[in-house]
T-cell receptor, first 111, second 112 residues
């Protein structure tokens, strides 16, 4: 199993650009999550999904959108990138809300 | 979910046991104690969790006090690769929709 995979690993955006961060898991987990981590800080939940077709907001959803059309994939969309969205983004998955398995992260810089 | 308090940082000599404390005085009866760690620039890694009994796995041991208001994660023989930020989290499990709240954690430095 590859576990949780994320692409890209690094990305630089200009203010106002948009992009999609990809996340996929091959563990047949029903729960998936997106977190962001700013330098020196803990993780903050952006969005989560308890199954295909179901998503909900986390602590810091503004400026982001998600969709969950399949069990395996949970992409995160940034529509109008802002410098405040410079961060490391982690995707995670779990079975029935138990312990979470994290991907390697995407480091995003918005200039 | 109950709030947790951890020391900001700790040092441990290589080969010695690392004991990481966590206070969770407002923990509810149905809340579990989870431990994760994050090695520099990587995604967090699950270590162990427990409800009220002590737990042990191949990575660590978790000691929970009888009143459940505090716990200690023990890495029995710390290595340099155990240098990481360790997060103590309390939450209901299984949990339908709530996230893990990652606070600042404890930065453990294992010294040669």
């Amino acid at each position: 199993n590859a576990g949780v995979t994320q692409t890209p690993k690094f990305r630089i955006l200009k203010i106002g650009q948009s992009m999609t961060l990809q996340c996929a898991q091959d563990m047949n987990h029903n729960y998936m999550y997106w977190y962001r981590q700013d330098p020196g800080m803990g993780l903050k939940l952006i969005y989560y999904s308890v199954g295909a077709g179901i998503t909900d907001k986390g602590e810091v959803p503004n400026g982001y959108n998600v969709s969950r059309s399949t069990t395996e994939d949970f992409p995160l969309r940034l529509e109008l990138a802002a410098p405040s969205q410079t961060s490391v983004y982690f995707c995670a998955s779990s079975y029935a809300g138990g312990e979470q398995f994290f991907g390697p992260g995407t480091r995003l810089t918005v200039l | 979910d109950a709030k947790t308090t951890q020391p900001t940082s700790m040092d441990c000599a290589e080969g010695r046991a690392a004991n990481l404390p966590c206070n969770h005085s407002t923990i509810s009866g149905n809340e579990y104690v989870y431990w994760y760690r994050q090695i520099h620039s990587q995604g967090p890694q699950y270590i162990i969790h427990g409800l009220k009994n002590n737990e042990t796995n191949e990575m660590a041991s978790l000691i929970i006090t009888e009143d459940r208001k505090s716990s200690t994660l023990i890495l029995p023989h710390a290595t340099l690769r155990d240098t990481a930020v360790y997060y103590c989290i309390v939450r209901v499990a299984p949990n339908y929709g709530q996230n893990f709240v990652f606070g600042p954690g404890t930065r453990l430095s294992v010294l040669p």
